[in-house]
């Protein structure tokens, strides 16, 4: 039982690059979540997808898009990577209602030059 | 002003101490507060959750809900250096209409001094 797992873990980009992220989960989970962590901010929500088939802007979605492929897994794609988008990326996954536990994989660190 | 407020830290304590990590909202129709963790270069993790007001026990760690004063808090007693870390509260509620609301303290960064 992997819980969440996210690849690259370590990602270099030039500006204007593209790149997808790649998030699964095994634990049958409907929800999915992509956030950015950065220093003083916290973590902020970029896209979220409440159950397979949808998805839904959070906070901070400018210069992002997101596909729910299926429901294990949930990408993150940078179209044209831009210095702001250095960040610590990180992907959740949970069920629906309650106090709704996130479990979170191990992160990818990614920089645009 | 944000939903969620979280005093940054970093906080560095001896080892022993007891420690007080605090998050204020703004959001009444929040209903379930939780407390992450979060090691260095590593996910957050849940470490409690409390529903709606009271108090939560577990272990060392206490969590604590005042909805009146829209004020959380979670005490770690006898502080050990293995909970050094990253705390993160988070907050949300039930929502029929679909809109979700699940929302982060920015975190407290903790030392924990042997």
């Known amino acids: 039982n992997a819980g969440v797992t996210q690849t690259p873990k370590f990602q270099v980009l030039k500006t204007g690059q593209s790149m997808t992220l790649q998030c699964a989960q095994d634990m049958n989970h409907n929800s999915m979540y992509w956030y950015r962590q950065d220093p003083g901010m916290g973590l902020r929500l970029i896209y979220y997808?409440?159950?397979?088939?949808?998805?839904d802007k959070g906070e901070v979605p400018n210069g992002y898009n997101v596909s729910r492929l299926n429901k294990r897994e949930f990408s993150l794609r940078l179209e044209s990577a831009a210095p702001s988008q250095t960040s610590v990326y990180f992907c959740?996954?949970?069920?629906?209602?309650?106090?709704?536990?996130?479990?979170f994989g191990p992160g990818t660190r990614l920089t645009v030059l | 002003q944000k939903e969620v407020e979280q005093d940054p830290g970093p906080l560095s304590v001896p080892e022993g101490a007891i420690v007080s990590l605090n998050c204020t909202y703004s959001?009444?129709?929040?209903?379930?507060f939780m407390w992450y963790r979060q090691y260095s270069r590593k996910g957050p993790e849940l470490l409690m959750y409390t529903y709606s007001s009271g108090n939560k026990e577990d272990g060392r760690f206490t969590a604590q809900v005042d909805k009146s004063s829209k004020y959380i808090s979670l005490f770690i007693r006898d502080s050990q250096p293995s909970d050094s870390a990253t705390y993160l509260c988070?907050?949300?509620?039930?929502?029929?209409?679909?809109?979700?609301?699940?929302?982060f303290g920015t975190g407290t960064r903790l030392k924990v001094l042997a």
């Open positions: 959740a996954s949970s069920e629906i209602g309650g106090y709704n536990e996130q479990f």
């Open positions: 988070a907050m949300n509620c039930d929502d029929t209409s679909g809109t979700y609301k699940y929302i």
């Open positions: 997808s409440a159950s397979e088939g949808t998805t």
């Open positions: 959001n009444s129709a929040f209903q379930y």
